[in-house]
């Protein structure tokens, strides 16, 4: 009883925390079905006629469809290219570790903003014209050092020794990483896929300065902003907010329920 | 002579300007049982790991089968390793594991999961082969990782302290087994452990490692009996170390000014040292070589009279710190039978064999 | 097989770092040397002339709207930093302490989720909560404690609102895993050597969770200072922060030299709170 005395301020607090965080969002997606004009009260519904109209809006669904392709793609690529440089970096000694590895967190340290302005001037200096392929390079600039650093920071001293062993049995490079150490990786490469694929899917101010015609969702949901309230934009963001959720919450259960089995 | 199925030839191992191996040479014979033993940062496990290729040697040359596989890779060594955390690949069943060096090796899926039962059962977990890896005890790992090693049939099998993380039954119990399974296989084993009893209950032959030299190498029974070295000498077992001058030579013996007194030394007892007339030594003596009672006969070393210090009784027998009183305070442990009660306090007659001694130059 | 074949065959894998490190340096060292170039570059009639003048920095140092924006920043990225880490720690507190361990990940999941998702969307629904019709005003008018509907949006604390909302989350994120690392034991011996349960706090757990915190500041103020979204979003169009004003140099202005000098003054700013504070960064905690 005392205990449950005790506890109480502390879950107090706790829902009052969650209030906090999940109070816009279900705003959000209440009025995503509001059966008016304006998502504001009074709350008239539920009605889907703003997701109807949403899919009927050919630019919005067309940068879905972008959003998704560079979502996947950069993904890939960033998982890819991190993972090799997390393998490479952990099994053999390289003069320049500590560099290598400072030069890969480094786009950590720089706000997205910067990297996308340094990209957009550097496209214009070249005569590049914008592109939803820049788009792409631009977050696997951002995504590749937390693909990086989450692959990395599974290679204790105990994957050490299993590539060794994998070696010492007689697996060539190939073997030893498509049939050992990638099945081993295979939580920490779906995690970072998924977390690089959310960041891509959310990411705005890179879209925004990058692309020129084929923009993301983010940006034109952006766009739609600009003309005011409406339920219409409650009904994309609910759409871009669940999906993300659901690739966070991909990753998250894996991170965090899988507990690394040693052998 | 058999030839020697393993030749390290004067290998150098640097890392920085850290020396971890300095100019080690060893030869193996087929069926030998090798321990390296040493303490923790001595150099073994890095000898171990360029036996196996895991770590290119800076200079020297490692030969198997009169081979030279200084440059060659794991993959490419007739060697396997039991690591010393087993290294087991978790996201396959242990059929799998023990399997992955066939399968490399191009052997059908049949033949290899034969083999790999084989091997199993070599280790008595023949009933194992379809369990994850996650649902075994530590001992049953260590015995997939052997069964796995032993598999592809390697020419020498390396063990990295395989048995460092078990309890000490499962321990005493897999030292057995290993040695079983050794000459059952009439394999080379190639073993490290900083734990010098584990390496004298399973070695043919022990190469006693320190500060990336070999300071000793030999059968068990000679290095622990006759030590080539103080750090020898020290480091297997419990010792009394004394320290001494040489103040003469002859064809009959050598004499010893030493802590504990002039005694003289059978010659042969330093054959293997190169002692010379006012150098100075160390004279060891294994605890249950002192013993009790006066020693006035011709081969006996007496040691006087001691004071007992500190009695420890540990089952099979009693430990005993004494002080003798010659030139300066020397302590000395004894190893007495359990028969033997002595007190704190008492004053005892020592002596010790004139044979039992070894003459110690480095 | 030789022994010089099979050992060249070996060691491809050393250049497996290889792709992603020219990739760094194509797409993120390159485009930022380029910016300090043009930093220092000039807009003569529209287009870019490449010179070396300093010009564009005199500009910023000396134009006092520019100016402000950074002050501006500052002040609202320190306000954030503080009041997240002010609101973060009870709860992670709560989350490892008060929390029995089998509900502790997932409410730890259930608190952080959002920071991850939907960034743009985010900052807009927060406008349906305190906009002029939002459900603050709504709900505090039908209650009749206010009368007039109160302006919360489009002003310096909405954004600072929308900013402590999103890094309260990722602050608890940090912290938690920082404090469920204080292995329990050494606050059972700071209370069984007598400690009070506020002196076990202040001697003990305090201490050893300031890693947690410095890194959830740290990653919190650098992307806060350099957001875009929420202050546009919003804050609306006064009192602008210096993402705010690059953007106005790049859409409005095609000013690439004076966007380039802003961002460059913030990298530097961001690179001073970094070395500042990475002594007590161990990333790898988290």
């Given at each position: 009883m005392l205990n449950r005395i005790r506890r109480f301020p502390s879950i107090f607090y706790l829902l009052l925390a969650l209030l906090f965080i999940y109070l816009p969002v279900f705003v959000l997606v209440m009025f995503s079905f509001q059966d008016g004009l304006l998502p504001v009260f009074p709350f008239n519904g539920p009605s889907l006629q703003w997701y109807e109209k949403m899919l009927a809006n050919e630019r919005l669904v067309e940068s879905l469809y972008n959003s998704v392709l560079v979502a996947v793609l950069s993904s890939l690529v960033t998982t890819i290219a991190g993972f090799l440089a997390a393998y490479g970096l952990a099994r053999h000694r390289h003069r320049f570790a500590t560099g290598i590895q400072f030069l890969l967190m480094a786009p950590l340290m720089v706000s997205y903003l910067i990297i996308g302005i340094g990209l957009l001037i550097t496209l214009n200096i070249f005569g590049i014209s914008k592109s939803l392929l820049a788009v792409g390079l631009g977050h696997v600039v951002i995504n590749l050092p937390l693909c990086f650093a989450i692959v990395y920071s599974q290679f204790g001293d105990h994957l050490k020794n299993i590539d060794c062993a994998a070696r010492d049995l007689g697996a060539s490079d190939l073997s030893t990483i498509t049939l050992v150490i990638a099945p081993i990786m295979k939580p920490a490469l779906l995690a970072s896929f998924c977390l690089s694929a959310t960041l891509s899917w959310d990411e705005f101010i890179i879209a925004f300065l990058l692309s020129r015609f084929d923009v993301t969702l983010p940006v034109i949901i952006f766009e739609m902003l600009r003309a005011g309230l409406t339920p219409e934009v409650n009904a994309a963001g609910t759409m871009v907010f669940a999906i993300s959720m659901a690739l966070v919450a991909v990753s998250a259960v894996v991170m965090l329920f899988n507990t690394r089995k040693t052998g | 002579m058999k030839d020697p199925i393993l030749e390290l030839d004067n290998i150098t191992r640097k890392f920085g300007r850290f020396t971890a191996v300095d100019k080690v040479s060893l030869n193996m014979d087929p069926g030998e049982f090798l321990v390296l033993l040493g303490p923790s940062g001595s150099g073994k496990t890095t000898i171990l790991s360029m036996i196996g290729g895991f770590t290119m040697p800076t200079t020297g040359v490692i030969r198997i089968h009169g081979e030279d596989m200084t440059a060659v890779p794991p993959a490419g060594r007739p060697t396997a390793t039991v690591f010393q955390d087993y290294a087991l690949f978790p996201h396959m069943r242990v059929i799998e594991n023990v399997a992955f060096g066939l399968k490399m090796r191009k052997f059908g899926k049949r033949e290899r999961h034969g083999k790999a039962r084989e091997s199993l059962e070599l280790v008595g977990l023949g009933d194992f082969s379809d369990r994850r890896v996650d649902q075994l005890s530590g001992g049953q790992r260590q015995r997939v990782a052997l069964a796995r090693a032993i598999a592809v049939e390697p020419a020498v099998l390396l063990l990295d302290e395989?048995?460092?993380?078990?309890?000490l039954k499962i321990r005493q119990q897999m030292q057995q087994e290993l040695v079983r399974l050794q000459k059952r296989l009439g394999a080379t084993f190639v073993h490290v452990t900083h734990d010098q009893e584990e390496a004298m209950s399973i070695a043919d032959n022990i190469a006693l490692v320190n500060s990336g030299k070999i300071e000793d190498y030999g059968p068990p029974e000679r290095v622990y009996?006759?030590?080539?070295t103080l750090f020898a000498a020290r480091f297997m077992g419990e010792n009394n170390t004394f320290e001494g001058l040489v103040t003469a030579m002859d064809d009959s013996g050598i004499s010893v000014h030493s802590e504990i007194g002039e005694c003289t030394l059978p010659r042969c007892v330093s054959t293997h040292s190169t002692a010379r007339t006012g150098e100075k030594v160390h004279l060891s003596l294994r605890p249950e070589q002192v013993r009790l009672g006066d020693g006035n006969q011709r081969n006996l070393m007496d040691l006087g009279q001691a004071r007992v210090e500190e009695v420890i009784f540990q089952g099979t027998h009693r430990l005993c710190r004494v002080v003798c009183r010659g030139e300066k305070e020397v302590r000395i442990l004894l190893r007495l039978h359990p028969d033997e009660k002595v007190q704190v306090g008492d004053t005892i007659p020592i002596h010790a064999k004139r044979d039992d001694a070894v003459l110690l130059v480095r | 097989m030789t022994a010089s074949v099979m050992r060249a065959k070996r060691e491809w894998t050393k250049w497996a770092v290889q792709p992603a490190v020219v990739f760094t340096l194509v797409f993120f060292c390159l485009p930022l040397l380029i910016m300090v170039a043009v930093s220092f570059w000039q807009r003569v009639y529209g287009k870019l002339q490449a010179t070396w003048s300093t010009a564009n920095y005199a500009q910023f140092f000396g134009t006092d709207y520019l100016l402000d924006s950074l002050q501006n920043s500052l002040e609202v990225t320190l306000i954030t930093t503080v009041a997240s880490v002010l609101l973060a720690y009870p709860l992670a507190c709560i989350l490892a302490y008060r929390i029995p361990p089998k509900w502790q990940k997932i409410l730890l999941i259930l608190v952080v989720l959002p920071f991850w998702t939907a960034y743009v969307v985010r900052s807009y629904s927060w406008l349906l909560v305190i906009?002029?019709?939002g459900i603050i005003n709504v709900v505090l008018l039908s209650l009749g404690i206010i009368e007039e509907p109160l302006e919360l949006a489009y002003r310096r604390g909405a954004t600072i609102l929308g900013f402590v909302h999103f890094f309260t989350m990722l602050m608890t994120l940090t912290i938690y895993a920082n404090l469920v690392q204080i292995k329990s034991s050494y606050r059972k011996a700071a209370a069984d050597l007598g400690a009070n349960r506020f002196q076990v706090f202040i001697h003990v757990t305090l201490p050893l969770s300031i890693p947690g915190v410095a890194v959830g500041a740290f990653i919190t103020f650098v992307i806060a200072i350099g957001d875009y979204i929420t202050p546009q979003i919003l804050g609306g169009g006064t009192d602008l922060l210096v993402p705010q004003a690059i953007m106005l140099q790049v859409s409005r202005a095609a000013n690439f030299p004076m966007a380039a000098v802003m961002s460059l003054t913030l990298t530097v700013v961001v690179i001073v709170v970094y070395l500042m504070v990475h002594k007590h960064l161990k990333m790898d905690r988290i």
């Open positions: - | 395989p048995l460092g993380a078990l309890d009996l006759r030590p080539a | 906009s002029e019709k």
